[in-house]
C-alpha cells in the first residue's frame, strides 16, 4: 500500500479535520523562497492499527501554499539541541564500548558511533543560521487588509478577518 496506509498501522499519532484558522508569509526551504503559509488547526489523536486511543489536543500547523509542505518539516536544527544530540551519542558509544569488552553485542556502540558522527556533520552544515537570516528576511503580511477577501481588517492585538474567520500573523 502506499504510505498513509502505512502510517495508521504503525503506533503513532494522526490529525483529523484540517480548519483553515490563520496564515503567515515565511522562507519555504523546499521552495527556497517567500511564501504564503496557512495555518491549519486539527485534533491530534493517537492511535494504533486506525483505531483512535487518546485525543492530546489542538494544533496548528502551517502549510506553503505553493508545495504543500509542512513549515517545520524541514526546518533545521538547533545548534544547541544539536549539541546535545553528541553528548547522548557519546554516552551511547561509551556504554557500547563497555559492552564490547565485556562481550556484549557491538550493535549498541554501532549505533553510537553512527549517530554521533551523523550529528556532527549535521552540526558542521550550520544550516541554522542561514535559515535564521532568510526567515528574518521575508516581509511580513499586510495587517490592515485581508489577504482572502481583501476587505479591511478590525485593528486589535492580532489582525483577524471576521468574514474570513482567519487570523493574520504579520510579525
Known amino acids: 500500500g502506499d504510505l498513509y496506509s502505512l502510517r495508521m498501522i504503525i503506533p503513532g499519532i494522526y490529525h483529523f479535520g484540517k480548519k483553515l484558522v490563520s496564515c503567515r508569509s515565511a522562507y519555504c526551504s523546499i521552495c527556497h523562497g517567500?511564501?504564503?503559509?496557512?495555518?491549519?488547526?486539527?485534533?491530534?489523536?493517537?492511535?494504533?492499527?486506525?483505531?483512535?486511543?487518546?485525543?492530546?489536543?489542538?494544533?496548528?500547523r502551517f502549510f506553503c501554499t505553493t508545495c504543500g509542505i509542512d513549515l517545520d518539516s524541514q526546518r533545521p536544527s538547533r545548534p544547541l539541541i544539536l549539541k546535545a544530540g553528541v553528548l547522548a551519542g557519546l554516552i551511547f558509544t561509551t556504554v557500547g564500548a563497555i559492552g564490547l569488552f565485556l562481550d556484549r553485542e557491538p550493535w549498541v556502540f554501532i549505533v553510537g558511533v553512527f549517530f554521533t558522527v551523523w550529528l556532527i556533520w549535521l552540526l558542521r552544515q550550520k544550516n541554522h543560521p542561514t535559515f535564521?537570516?532568510?526567515?528574518?528576511?521575508?516581509?511580513p503580511l499586510a495587517s490592515n487588509v485581508c489577504p482572502y477577501c481583501g476587505r479591511p481588517l478590525l485593528r486589535s492585538t492580532t489582525p483577524y478577518c471576521h468574514d474570513c474567520r482567519v487570523k493574520i500573523i504579520s510579525v
Open 132 to 139: 535564521m537570516a532568510n526567515q528574518a528576511s521575508v516581509p
Open 34 to 60: 517567500p511564501r504564503f503559509f496557512e495555518g491549519r488547526r486539527s485534533l491530534v489523536v493517537m492511535h494504533l492499527v486506525f483505531i483512535p486511543l487518546l485525543p492530546i489536543g489542538l494544533k496548528v
